[in-house]
């Protein structure tokens, strides 16, 4: 399958010398954590995603006019591929889009998001591609109420729902004139909102008159895949021979589909996320299984400490919970305990703390993750590195790598595709 995958970009990194045994951070974290704290695509040895997208809402209050004025700095870094740390012989790709949930509310994009402003952005910090400036299209907003003070959703009016598509296809042409004015080298990519059909067939027609070669999807999000499917359908005739992205679908059962529709690249963080969801779809093998992960979180997180009070226990035996957890798990992958064992140490502290749905059927769950043991036949170099904590649901360093995990398998399973 030749569709490309981008991972939106939310910091994601993590400490390489994280001690799993003494459950600590490395020396060098605790000094400098952005300086130390690596991404996924420095881990592996070949990146498990062909870009990143990096929106700038996400990252606005970081992102300042260096001292001469001209040229753009995130973190005292002045090019994007810096910044996220991508090594020059990697062919990994940066797609800036405005991260246009970040002002859903506002009447208009606000000031930061002018098209002169993130155009030249895009430019000055080298991405490869930038999407022009679009509005959402939604059927609801939550606003604050002005007697009140309280959050109120709000309907969008068919009406405002049009004028967002203006300001959108309006942006994006004068995107492209500056592009061309100016002679800017990364690629654009225009916006397409809408809210049916008609809506999204005419905004990539729009766009494709107008002369743009890539053209991005937004707000699909909210439809069902027959709905996606349908839009895809319905523009084929007007990208024939072009790219098209689908912003934040990643619909895993429907990429060949979308794929012989047109589409040559998505975004998603599913994968990477649901390793910390609590729906139980924590841990992806290879052969498309998901496993749930075994929680045993720190005994000082407020919310244990209050539950395990409620139940009667102190912060000590609290503590030597945890710790038993932790360590009969390890032993279990040493095959020094049998499976009853590790579960009822397990069990004992994690149904003490979690009481409420998240707490249902995890016996069985966890038994399946136990006895499969899918960390041992997976080959990424995480599992390799980490062993049994790749399934253990605790703190950022275990379950962020549980996350990388999941979209290495993912690129693994979509390579077979
Ligand atoms: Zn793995």
Known sequence: MKLKYFLPDWEDRLDPNFDFV???????????????????HQIFKEPPYDGILFSLSVFQSKISLNGDGVHYK?????????????????????????????????????????????????????????????????????????????????????REKNRRIKITIKNAKKFLKLHRENKYSFIPVGVAQGYDLETYKSSVKALVDMGYEYIGIGGLVQYTTDFILEVLQEIQPFVDGLNVHLFGISRPNHLKDFETLGVTSFDSASFFRKAWLRSGQNYLAPNGKWYTAIRVPQATDPRVLKNADLNGFSVEELKKMEREALSA????????????????????????????????????????TLEDKPWET????????????????????????????????????????
């Open 22 to 40: 003494n459950d600590e951070y490395s020396e060098e974290h605790k000094k400098n954590p952005y300086e130390n704290d690596v991404y996924a």
């Open 74 to 158: 995130i973190r005292n870094q002045t090019n994007i591929k810096n910044y996220l740390k991508i090594p020059e012989e990697l062919s990994l790709v940066v797609m800036g889009d405005c991260g246009a949930f970040g002002y859903v509310k506002e009447k208009e994009p606000p000031p930061f998001y002018t098209v002169e402003n993130v155009s030249n952005l895009y430019e000055k910090l080298g991405f490869d591609y930038g999407v022009s400036v679009d509005h959402l299209v939604v059927d609801y907003i939550f606003v604050r109420d002005k007697k009140t003070g309280k959050r109120k959703k709000k309907i969008l009016s068919k």
């Open 329 to 368: 798990l390890i032993k279990y992958e040493r095959g020094e305990i049998d499976i009853d064992d590790v579960l009822n140490i397990v069990l004992r502290y994690d149904k003490l703390l979690l009481r409420n749905t998240d707490g249902r059927n995890l016996e069985e769950k966890y038994r399946r």
């Open 378 to 417: 997976c080959n990424c170099d995480i599992c390799k590195d980490i062993g049994i904590h790749v399934v253990i649901f605790r703190g950022s360093n275990r379950n962020k790598r549980r996350g990388f995990h999941n979209i290495w398998t993912f690129k693994e399973i979509k390579k077979r595709m």
